[in-house]
Every structure is written in C-alpha cells, then in structure tokens.
C-alpha cells in the first residue's frame, strides 16, 4: 500500500491490526488476560517471572513499599551475570552468537555466548586484582564495542557499580560523573570510530581525570596501530590487563537490592543527575519485557542500534536480551555511513529479526529516499521497535510500510532512565494507533492525571504518571534523596515522569513531550540549564536561555538567546566560537544549533528566566500568562 492509501485506511479503522500469525505465535497472546493476572496480584505476577531465574537464595518478600521507597525480592541473593551467562551456558547455549559487531567497513566479529563469558571473567578477575571491591565505582567511556559491554558485567560479576558514559560527552561532562561517583577506575578505549575518522577518548580521559587522586587506574583498549602512549603508572593496556587471569571469576553474591549500576541523565538544574539501579528488580524486569515486549524466540536476532551509554543500551543490549539467550547484533558508527543503505545492508546480512531503533534515525532515512532500504532483502524482520521520543505518524507509516514490508508490528517503547524498562507500549496482540505508544505494560499501572493526581478526561491533556512500584524502578539518585523524592511528591500518590500526554477512551497513552525543561534532541536528554551553564562559562556570555525548537527529523534542536558581556560584540566568528566552547564543556550533542544575541532576557520579577516567553514567541504562539513577567 502506498503511504496515501495507509493513511486512509488508518482514518477508516482507527488503528493497525498486528497479523494473525504473529498473534497466534506471540508470547503474550491476550493483552488484556496477562494484565488482569497481573491486577489481581502483582507480587504474585513478579514472583512468578523472578521464579524463572537463578536465585543462590530466593526472597522473603517480593515488595515493601514505603513510600516512595521500594524493595523487591526482599532478602533474595543472585548475580545477574550468572543469569546471563552461566546459567544460558548451562542451558547449552555455550556456542550460539551473542554478538555479531559490526564497524562502518563492514568489518566483523562473532562473539559466542561462551567466548563473552571468558571475556568477562577475565576482566573481573583483573578488577579485583586490582582491588576494585563490591560497591566501588567504575567508570566505563568507550565506543559500541564488545569489550564495552563485557566489562559492564565484570563490574556487574564482582559487584562493582558502573556508571557508562557515552563516548560523545567532553572532558568536563566526564570529570563530573567521575567526580560525582568517585570512580576507583575508568576503563576507555584509544578511539571512537564515527563517519570513517577516529575519535580519541583516551586523552578526553587523561584530562578528565588530571589530580583526582581517587582514580586508581585507567584500562586502555587499543585499537589502533601505532598504539596509542600509556602515560605514567595508572595507565595498563586492556587486553595485558586482563591477559594472565583465568576464564572463571566466583560471582559476587549480591543482594537483590544491591546496586548494580549508576546512569547520568540530564533534569532540570546544572546538573546531571546519577539514576542508581539495583540488582534484583532491574534483572526481573529486564528479562520479562524482553520477553513480552520484543516477543523473544529463541531463533530471533535481534539488534537494538542504541548505545551503552544510555540507559536503552543498558536494559535492551547489555542485559535484558543477555539474560533472555538472545543473539545480538551491535553496530559500532553512523546510521548512514558510508551510505544510507547501511543498516538495511546488516539487516539482510544477519537475517534481523527484531529490530528497535529511535524516531530521528527514521526520519532522517524517510529524507534519504525508500530506494535505500528497497535494494535490500529485509524479509527476516517480524517485530519493529521505536524509542526515546515520540514518533509521528507520518514516519510511524513508513517505518511500518518501508522497512516492515505492512507485515511487522511496531512497538512504540515509551520509557525513560528512571524507570529501568519499557512502561508503555502496545504489546504483540494489541492493535496500534500510529503516534500513540499504546498501553502499560503487565505490570504498570499508568494514567495520565491532572496536578492533583485525578484522571483526566479522555483525550485531555496532563500528567503522566505510574501508582504503583516496578521491579526496575530507581531506587534514589546517587548522593541526592531530595532529588529522588521530587519524582513522587509532586503529585499526590504518584511518581511522576515529567511527561505530558493523553489517554484515549480505550486507554491508549500518547506522549507529547516534556513538561519540564528538558529537550530532547535525536532522542537525547538534555537539560536547558546543563547547557546555559556551559554558555555562561564563555568569557564574552553574560546571561544566556535556551529553548528547545521543534525540528522535522531531530525532534528537537537547541536554540539559545543570548546577552553579552560589556565590550563583547555579536559575530559570526563569536557564534562558532561559543559553540565550539560548548561543544568542549558538554558534547557534540549539546551544541546549540542556533543562537540569538538579544539585549534581555524575560524575567520574572523574582529573577528567574522565563523560557517559555522566549519559546512562544520563537514559535510565534501564545505566551501564556505573563503575570509575573518583569518586563
Ligand atoms: C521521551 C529513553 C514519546 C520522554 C528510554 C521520556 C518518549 C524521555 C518515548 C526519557 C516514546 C522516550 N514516546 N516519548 N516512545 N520514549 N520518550 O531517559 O520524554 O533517555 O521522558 O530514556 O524520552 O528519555 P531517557
């Protein structure tokens, strides 16, 4: 069917239906039964997916909910790498692929469920060796490589908390998480590979870390020849790091409330704020929607084309599908580089079955033209995902008609870093309404209210938000309770997600956007303030406010207005230069794309920046109440 005709019919029946056969061979076959059996009682339901798993020592209780703090597994003793790997071995899946990787060259390597389990055995038998300890830090900057994950689980395996980094940050984005975690290691690579150029990290790493005397050692992987200089006796190389140890490292026992890893994410202040997961719950939880969200066979192949750094690299590469059997695809580099036929290309190669990708990368291919996609077999594909903003339904079609041949369903995935997996979304035997995520997942209890925590009408826009506890929820943010509590005191009874949405009156969730100032630019968080704090740091900036501004394939793109210092005057060069300043304290992906110098900012009368009078009139719509406007 052509775009137009889909359109149509979409006008005519409200929703897409999922194909028969996929239905009847679905995981969950009835939507509507599995979450009943989850309402009737959802400590049993949990308890029931957690049975499915390796305990050393099952819990006493499954939740004690004192609010807004939550335990689950109460008292239960595991390793989520022995889920992963151990127990998937002993299930004989020892020589089945974990990983097939990929480079921009097309450039691979096959790593099998028994070789990553040697791998990572070595990497914590090396970090112990070099005393890291249950409960330490570690941090991990390193590109989409299989070394990348392997030592995730070897912090996991000893219990040691990572905290990834994705490989984009600058220097003073990395010293922070360093700083704020107070890693005992950082574990880097020499280079990131991006658009046929290598990027290095390693010296990123060298200046992020210069007198922060906690930081005992820096494991480099060298990928490149001549091999890049370690510098003084912190630095070891990652491959003679881990060279003398044996394939087998004793688990850590680790409580099911345990940490297992902290996560920077941008809100609504300067600062970055560490989401800490923990061990019990996210294992759960991660490996039930691996399975009933994405439908996992054991035949599938599955490739999630996110990274590590972010939390859908967390709970959809390096552990829900590890703890599920999966087989893997990963690609390190550019979406569209060499050319936009390459992630078809892999598709075809590997046979993907399951593939989840964001919004912006399928614009950014609706641009590039279907004759891309339309030279490949891309056949073996039965599921499509989406996450990290919400897609519109224009390139919900496309994806549907372009790449899943109108055979695959496509699950909308809405979630977040906080709540550890996917929330809401339609899965396998509901209909789909394009641009509208769909429904909680069993076990979620989702609504979307008004300030004071009461539904809305249908259709009307509030809050969204979740009522009852999660296995994968956050437990706090690292050194920063008050932080945490804010999620679910805001409004009554509920944890509140920042979000905006509407709910239909059959239930189907569409989210709109944020309600607070983060922007989300190609499906990345970023903080407004994060980055008027990187502005005022130039010399020649004196006050700066920053909007997001809706663009057709990122989403969102970052506009900042401007006031200069005395004796600083507007300039294309001026321009550059402060880009290229915010590029250094945050990332690439912080960078504005445009910015404004102006005379002054909307303020209220008690000082506070007013972006919302900025963004109004940027977008030429109504301010709102100005009330309490200065000027
Ligand atoms: C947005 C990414 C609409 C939302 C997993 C959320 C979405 C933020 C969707 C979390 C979706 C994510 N539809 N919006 N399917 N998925 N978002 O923490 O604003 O990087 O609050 O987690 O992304 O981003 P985060």
């Not at 299930?91 to 389990?117: I, R």
């Not at 984009?168 to 046929?196: C, M, N, W, Y």
């Not at 496309?398 to 709540?419: F, N």
């Amino acid at each position: 069917m052509s775009q137009e005709k889909l359109l149509n019919l979409l006008k005519v029946q409200k929703c897409i239906y999922p194909p028969e056969d996929f239905v009847k061979n679905a995981n969950v076959k009835d939507y509507e039964a599995e979450y009943k059996r989850f309402l009737e009682n959802p400590e049993k339901f949990w308890e029931e997916v957690a049975n499915q798993l390796f305990w050393y020592k099952k819990w006493d209780k499954v939740l004690e909910w004192n609010y807004p703090y939550a335990k689950w597994f109460v008292g239960g003793k595991t390793n989520i790498t022995v889920n992963a790997l151990d127990k998937n071995i002993e299930k004989g899946l020892k020589n089945k692929v974990a990983f097939f990787w990929e480079d921009e060259f097309g450039n691979e390597k096959v790593v099998t469920y028994g070789e990553l389990y040697r791998l990572v055995n070595k990497i914590a038998n090396a970090l112990r060796r070099a005393g890291v300890k249950k409960g330490d830090r570690v941090v991990i900057y390193m590109p989409l490589v299989v070394e990348q994950i392997a030592a995730m689980l070897a912090c996991a395996r000893i219990g040691a908390i990572h905290s990834v980094v994705y490989a984009g940050f600058s220097a003073p984005a990395l010293r922070h998480r360093i700083q704020d975690a107070e890693a005992k290691l950082v574990i880097t690579a020499d280079v990131t590979i991006r658009r046929g150029r290598a990027i290095p990290l390693k010296q990123i790493v060298d200046e992020a870390i210069r007198d922060l005397e906690y930081v005992e050692k820096v494991v480099v992987l060298r990928r490149l020849q001549p091999k890049v200089d370690l510098i003084g006796e912190k630095e070891v190389d990652f491959y003679d790091f881990i060279k003398d140890e044996s394939n087998y490292c004793e688990p850590e026992i680790m409580d099911a409330e345990d940490p297992l890893f902290i996560l920077y994410t941008s809100g609504s202040t300067g600062k970055p704020k560490g989401v800490l997961h923990t061990t019990g719950g996210y294992m759960v939880g991660t490996y039930y929607s691996m399975k009933t969200v994405f439908d996992l066979k054991d035949s599938d192949i599955y490739w999630c084309t996110a990274d590590p750094g972010w939390i859908t690299g967390h709970s959809y590469i390096a552990y829900g599908p590890l703890l599920a059997g999966a087989t893997q695809v990963i690609a390190e580099g550019a979406p569209n580089y060499p050319d936009p036929g390459r992630w078809w290309r892999i598709i075809e190669k590997y046979g993907v079955t399951i593939f989840y990708t964001a919004p912006t990368a399928i614009r950014m291919f609706m641009a590039a033209g279907e004759e891309w996609p339309n030279k490949y077999d891309l056949s073996s594909l039965r599921l499509l995902g989406s996450v990290g903003e919400p897609i519109n339904p224009e390139a919900w079609l496309w994806y549907y008609r372009v790449i899943g041949k109108e055979r695959c369903p496509i699950v909308d995935t809405w979630w977040q870093t906080e709540t550890g997996s996917v929330m809401i979304t339609t899965i396998d035997s509901l209909p789909m309404k394009p641009g509208k995520a769909g429904k909680p997942v069993p076990g979620v209890i989702a609504d979307v209210v008004d300030k004071n925590g009461n539904p809305v009408e249908p259709n009307k826009g509030g809050f969204l938000v979740i009522k009852y506890p999660w296995p994968t929820m956050m437990r706090t943010i690292y050194k920063d309770k008050e932080r945490y509590e804010k999620y679910w005191n805001t409004i009554p009874n509920c944890y509140f997600a920042g979000d905006i949405a509407t709910k239909d009156e059959d239930g189907y969730i569409m989210v709109l956007g944020r309600a607070d100032d983060v922007i989300n630019v190609s499906g990345h968080r970023i903080g407004t303030m994060e980055v008027e704090s990187a502005l005022v740091s130039h010399p020649a900036v004196a006050e700066a406010a920053v909007i997001g501004k809706p663009h057709p394939v990122k989403g969102e793109t970052i506009k900042a207005f401007i006031v200069l210092r005395k004796d600083h005057k507007p300039s294309e060069k001026l321009i550059e230069d402060i880009k290229y300043h915010v590029r250094m304290e945050l990332g690439a992906l912080a960078v504005p794309s445009e910015i404004e110098f102006v005379d002054k900012l909307p303020k209220t009368r008690s000082g506070k920046i007013m972006r919302r009078v900025l963004k109004a009139k940027e977008l030429g719509m109504d301010p709102g109440d100005l009330s309490t406007l200065e000027e």
